[in-house]
């Protein structure tokens, strides 16, 4: 099973600033991640796929990256309504289908 | 716009059985693998099962395999999770996802399942 490790567990910034979320996976996945947002009481909301692909609707100021075993993914200019957590998620070697614990991005 | 609403949560004791439900609309069910995703109280995403588009082929993860199983009715727009031998480690929000194979996308509200004497 791939293990994704996120870090930080917890980031604290500002509106207006960037944020830089990492997830690291136990083995190569290529290019076969994905990264959720989550808002309290709501399901997660798909942002990043294949690595490096917006899904529809998704702001530019999310972007992500990396390939193997190392990804980012970045948001610029922090906006009050991406205060929420990010997940990460694996589908290189499935079953199973794994995601990261999760990063939760609060205001500072 | 696609929509997918999640039924059938509740609470049961240890050992028992639940059955849950996902309503597809907006989009041509038959056209994609669906999956159920879990998340514990307070804890992280949990993958849960995966059903192709004709259910020949079906995923389980280990913590619920030979308990849970999955299913689908194309021509009802609905998918669907057969839980048995329930645990209290199987309390959860269970979402019912569009997709499986790549990502998910998108999700559902979910349903609480709650396992207690």
């Known amino acids: 099973e791939i293990v994704l490790t996120q870090s930080p567990a917890t980031l604290?910034?500002?509106p207006g600033e960037r944020a830089t979320l990492s997830c690291r996976a136990s083995q190569s996945v290529s290019s076969y991640l994905a990264w959720y947002q989550q808002k309290p009481g709501q399901a997660p909301r798909l942002l990043i796929?294949?690595?490096?692909?917006?899904?529809t609707g998704i702001p530019a100021r999310f972007s992500?990256?990396?390939?193997?075993t190392d990804f980012t993914l970045t948001i610029n200019s922090l906006e009050p309504e991406d205060f929420a957590v990010y997940y990460c998620q694996q589908r290189s070697n499935w079953p199973p289908i794994t995601f990261?614990?999760?990063?939760?991005?609060?205001?500072? | 716009q696609v929509q997918l609403v999640e039924s059938g949560g509740g609470l049961v004791k240890p050992g028992g059985s639940l059955r849950l439900s996902c309503a597809a609309s907006g989009f041509t069910l038959s056209d994609y693998y669906m999956s159920w995703i879990r998340q514990a109280p307070g804890k992280g995403l949990e993958w849960v099962s995966s059903i192709s588009t004709t259910g020949s082929s079906i995923y389980y993860a280990d913590s619920v395999k030979g308990r849970f199983t999955i299913s689908r009715d194309n021509a009802k727009n609905s998918v669907y999770l057969q839980m048995n031998s329930l645990r209290a480690e199987d309390t959860a929000v269970y979402h019912c996802a569009r997709g499986g194979v790549r990502w998910f996308d998108p999700w559902g509200q979910g349903t609480l399942v709650t396992v207690s004497s």
């Open chain 1, 12 to 14: 604290s910034l500002s």
């Open chain 1, 49 to 55: 796929y294949d690595a490096s692909n917006r899904a």
């Open chain 1, 64 to 68: 992500g990256n990396g390939s193997g």
């Open chain 1, 100 to 108: 990261g614990q999760g990063t939760r991005l609060e205001i500072k």
